[in-house]
Structure formats: C-alpha cells, structure tokens
C-alpha cells in the first residue's frame, strides 16, 4: 500500500468519526417526534402511593392533553373523548369470520344484525353460517400494529402503546403465532363463547356455555379450525392497558360499564342467571350501563367483564408462584412459563392494591384496596395448586368485577356454573 493511500484512508477515517459524532449530537437534540418519523405514542404513568384510580393516572407523550374516553350514563351514549381518530380505536371494526380465518364481510358497526351497507341481513347470529362473529384490530400496511411498552420505576408504572416498534420495550406479543411469525391483525370474539355441540362459537343469541374444563374449552375451540383457540394472557393484558390508557382510570366499570354483575340464581333451568349473548348488537363499538343487570361491550366486544368467567392460557399460578407465558405454544403445567417475580405464601383473596407491571404485564402483588380505590377489582388466589386463569368475572361477583378482576383459585379440571371460555383467532399466514 502506497503511502499517500493511507493518509487518505485515516483522512476519511477521521471524517467519518466526525460525522458520526455530530450526526449522534444532532439527534440527541432532535426531538423524538421527528427522529422517528409517523411514530405515536400513547401512555400513562401510574402512582401507586395514589388510591384515587383516576388522579394517580396521569397521561405522558401524544396523550398529554388529551380528553378521555368513557361512558355517559346521563345521555346513554359513549364519549370517544379525543381517541376516536387513535389508531387503535380507528381500525378497529366488526367482522364476520369464516372458520379457515378468512374475514367474509364487515358488520354494520351500529347494528350488527346487518352488513356494511346497513341493509343486507348478517349472520351474527345464525348457527350455521361457517364461522365466527370477530372484532378486528387491522394493523396492516400504514395503519400501525398496537405495540406495547410495560415497566415501573420506583413508585410509577408505566404503559405505553405505539403505532411502531419505538424501542425494543415495545412487544407485540398479541400477533405471535404458534410457529413463531408476526400477524398484522388481532381478532377477539365479539360474544362470550357459545357450544353449537362441536365448537365454542362466538354468535349472538345463544346461550352461554358454561360447566366445563380447561382441556375440554381448548379442545372445543380448536375444533373451529386452525389457528382457533381460547383467550390469552398477552391479549388480555393488553385490551387492558388499552381500555386504560383511554379512559385515563383503573375504574374500568365506571368508564365503561358496570358489566351484568348481579342476577345470579341457583337454577339451571334459567342458565344461572346469565344473560344471552348479543343483547348489544343494536349498539356501536362501546357500551355499557351503570346498573348491574346489563351487559358490557368495549371495542366490539361484549362480556369483557361480569356475565360468566372466561379462562384463558399464559397466565399460572403454582404454589403460590405466578407464570406467565406471553406468546404460544401454551400448556396447563407451567412448562416454558417464566417466573414474573410475585409469589404468595397463603390462600387468599382481596381487592387488588399494589401491581406490578413489566415485560410479563400486569400482575397483582398485594391486596388491601377497595371497589373505589386502587385497580378497584378483586383478585383470588389459591398457593396450594396449580391454579389456571379466569378472567373478568360473573353475574354474583358484583363491584369485584372488572377488567383487571382475575382469578387464580382454581385448577384446569375445574368446572362450575359461572365457568367457560371464549374462542379467538391467530391471524392465517397468507397462502
């Protein structure tokens, strides 16, 4: 090598270290917005020493100013507050699903006994149509997957969704499918699951199912097709943290409806009480009353919370430990779960006070709270089994329902009156 090639070579080592430092000076003083183009972030920060569950939320990025979502109960409508345009709510929409998980056609979203076009009738509650009534959360093309961000520093958790990966703290846990690739969509059953006498449905005007085991639930909602299961654990959590971060409060029945949390009687000749599914089909995206005897409907989706439990996958406790599996496969032992930190010594039950959120969601450490105060939902525990669990509640659990209400006292052979399941869809790979 030539002499003068290596002055060259340091020359343009040199011009290169250079700019990589003025160019690292020049984004540590650009803003975020614009060093990372067409990216919204949507987040709340969290007190724990603060009891009230609306003032110890408080909004942080593309949140801050913000006017929350939630119910009027005055005018019987609901108040989109400033996120009807959010991309999360935006391309969310109601569909009508056939079982090889090819979407067929979009409901009314005000009426779903209709298509579209608001005239032509729909199948949502027709038991032999091939497939399953859906809410859709499309992030496919420009339109943003819901990617999530959960941690805590010191006494504040924090959570946060985007429309892009921001960082790598942001997961899409929802989308992954059993063989480990990515989908674009997530589809959540628009009613808890009904029995056709081979799958768990999700139809309006049936009765509920109820009676049956874990196994048993998995095996009926798999009997759809593939890519058909029960609810999850990382989809739980998320619907969640959505439901929070727009209704800036950890009261998500005064947000959004008290849920049917009463009307429980001990005669199966009435179904116990529960209520058929599809009593909102008249209604849009979200609803809900404040008296207990009504169901509850978020982002399509009726029986969030109230009605009858759903169980769901990824989410264990095992003497007293709480697992957590974020993406499938799933399994009921506990087999390739991880330890989320938070172990309890003794039986027991409470309302929810301290929670920890992290890269395995929200999770209950500590009781103590109230119907009014803290997450305002119950929880349940059992440290002697090996527990799987449910979600959301039932019509004789009153104001201890909610959308963080979660219950880890029973195991996967358990069935009872007020137990089912609701069956979801893992986005098909394209052919």
């Known amino acids: 090598m030539a002499s003068g090639d290596l002055i060259t070579k340091v020359a343009d080592k040199d011009t290169l270290d250079r700019t ?5 000076a020049i984004l540590a003083a650009v803003g ?18 603060d009891s009230n569950p609306a003032t110890r939320c408080t ?5 801050v100013g913000m006017k929350p979502a939630g119910m009027n109960y005055t005018t019987g409508a609901f108040d989109f507050g400033d996120w009807g345009d959010v991309f999360f709510v935006k391309n969310n929409y109601p569909a009508m699903v056939k079982y090889n998980g090819t ?3 979009k409901l009314d979203p005000n009426d779903h006994t209709k298509k579209e076009d608001g005239t032509t009738p729909s199948d949502v509650s027709n038991t032999a149509y091939g497939g399953n009534a859906m809410s859709v959360f499309d992030g496919s093309g420009d339109k943003g997957k819901i990617w999530l961000s959960q941690f805590e520093i010191g006494n504040y958790e ?4 985007s429309n892009i990966q921001y960082d790598e703290s942001y997961n899409d846990d929802a989308y992954i499918r059993e063989d480990g690739s990515h989908a674009d969509k997530l589809y959540y059953p628009m009613f808890g699951g009904s029995y056709d006498g081979t799958r768990i449905r999700s139809l ?13 639930e998995i095996t009926r909602a798999k009997a759809n097709g593939a890519g058909w299961n029960i609810g999850t654990w990382s989809k739980r959590n998320l619907m969640n943290c959505m439901l929070l971060i727009m209704s ?7 947000a959004f409806g008290q849920g049917q949390t009463s009307g429980y009687v001990n005669d199966a000749s009435v179904n116990y009480g529960h209520l058929a599914t599809g009593t909102l089909t008249g209604r849009g995206q979200f609803f809900g009353y404040n008296d207990t005897t009504h ?10 919370w109230g009605n009858r439990w759903d169980r769901i996958n990824g989410l264990l406790m095992i003497g007293g430990e709480i697992l957590a599996k974020m993406k499938p496969p799933y399994n009921l032992t506990g087999s390739g779960y991880e330890k989320v930190g938070i172990q309890f010594k003794e039986t027991g039950n409470g309302y929810q006070k301290e929670t920890k959120s992290g890269r395995y969601g929200r999770i209950v450490k500590t009781t103590g709270g109230s119907s009014s105060t803290y997450t305002c939902d119950y929880f349940w525990w059992n440290a002697g089994i090996t527990a799987v669990a449910l979600v959301g509640g039932s019509c004789s659990n009153g104001t201890n329902c909610g959308a963080a209400f979660v219950y880890l006292d029973n195991s996967a052979g358990v069935a009872g009156w007020n137990i089912g399941a609701s069956v979801f869809l893992e986005q098909p790979i394209a052919a």
Request: contains cysteine; positive net charge.
């Open 20 to 24: 990589y430092a003025n160019t690292n």
């Open 32 to 49: 975020e917005d614009v060093r990372v183009k067409g990216a919204k972030r949507y987040g709340v920060k969290i007190n724990k020493n």
């Open 59 to 63: 909004y942080l990025f593309d949140a």
């Open 103 to 105: 979407e067929d056609y």
């Open 158 to 161: 924090y959570m946060i969704i």
């Open 204 to 216: 309006a005007g049936q009765t509920l199912m109820y009676n049956t085991n874990a196994s048993t």
């Open 248 to 254: 800036k409060t950890d009261n998500s029945q005064t």
């Open 295 to 304: 169901e509850v409907k978020v982002f399509y989706i009726e029986k969030c």
